[in-house]
């Protein structure tokens, strides 16, 4: 089958809107946020809106407007923005955790001993490790063309020390991507490091968090941040996969096995954000962004249910 369709101007696009059953309340801000926001972006936020049945799956559910779609995807900006705030300080945390932990455990240059790391990966690993440091692994030695945007404190390290060839983690751990530190963790070899790293974050009962447990949700978060950095679409979607479930007393209620909604990274972002910074006012930010949000149906957006408010985890307010 061949691809027809064409190009169509924001008016022609609006009025296809309007022809599917939605209607506007001021037409020069619909066509100013349709020609801003683009029509195809804007579509993924109509699907909750359409009946999705035949013979016309994209007609809108009666009573639906154009400000409706609208507001659904300003709420998904903001949350977007609250996430990214809050995996910051939780990134950085990790980061520091690891590098410190595993460099008194084996030394400064840690990251490029394979024996540490489980060996059917480490050859992925390796070229990644490389990559960030502007290595070049044939040669063992700094590329020969160097990227322009290097940063000051690995070109120092090239130009002044020959042995190791690789600079020290604590700059790795400044030029890695945050998916690469996430795989370094699930791919380290003894369970004992991962421990060691796990003892740094806690569960709300103040019980350290089990290092499978940190290794996935740190993963899924890893994956959550570059979705937001990149404006996917957070709300009414299924997530490829599900941070893991635990059994802690404190917040294993909170997960729920096989639920891809953005619901189960919320919690885990709040425990983990709490567990790296014990005065983050995020939850209370979150309340605000969903107090101040009208026109969306929030706990169908994102997937809470019930009385979620009330659980400890959103009840409490730091400061």
């Not at 001993?113 to 692994?137: P, T, Y």
Request: glycine share 4%.
């Amino acid at each position: 089958m061949r691809f027809s369709k064409t190009a169509e101007k924001p008016s022609d696009l609006l009025a296809r809107i309007v022809d599917r059953g939605a209607t506007f309340q001021d037409q020069s801000k619909a066509f100013a946020a349709l020609s801003r926001i683009g029509y195809y972006r804007l579509s993924g936020y109509m699907l909750p809106f359409q009946t999705g049945h035949q013979p016309d799956p994209h007609r809108f559910k009666p009573g639906t407007t154009f400000e409706s779609v609208l507001a659904l995807y300003e709420f998904d900006c903001k949350l977007r923005g609250l996430l990214m705030l809050a995996i910051e300080p939780i990134e950085v945390a990790f980061r520091s955790a690891m590098c410190n932990k595993l460099a008194l455990l084996h030394g400064p240059h840690w990251h490029t001993d394979s024996s540490l790391f489980d060996a059917k990966e480490w050859s992925d690993l390796l070229l990644r490790i490389a990559g960030a440091l502007d290595f070049d692994i044939d040669s063992n030695a700094r590329k020969s063309r160097a990227k322009v945007d290097t940063h000051l404190f690995i070109d120092h390290y090239y130009r002044k020390y020959t042995s190791p060839p690789m600079p020290p983690c604590w700059m790795f751990m400044e030029v890695a991507s945050f998916g690469l530190v996430a795989k370094m963790f699930k791919n380290l070899k003894n369970q004992s490091d991962r421990k060691a790293i796990a003892l740094e974050f806690n569960f709300l009962d103040r019980k350290p968090i089990d290092e499978a447990i940190l290794g996935s949700w740190i993963h899924g978060l890893s994956v959550l941040r570059n979705r937001c950095a990149h404006h996917s679409q957070l709300v009414y979607r299924n997530h490829p996969f599900t941070p893991a479930t635990t059994k802690n007393s404190s917040v294993g209620h909170l997960l729920q096995a096989q639920n891809r909604k953005v619901r189960e990274f919320l919690v885990t972002t709040a425990i983990l954000n709490r567990a790296s910074n014990q005065k983050s006012s995020w939850v209370r930010q979150l309340h605000f962004l969903f107090d101040a949000t009208s026109g969306v149906d929030i706990e169908r957006a994102i997937g809470f249910q019930g009385a979620w408010r009330d659980d400890p985890l959103w009840k409490m307010a730091w400061f």
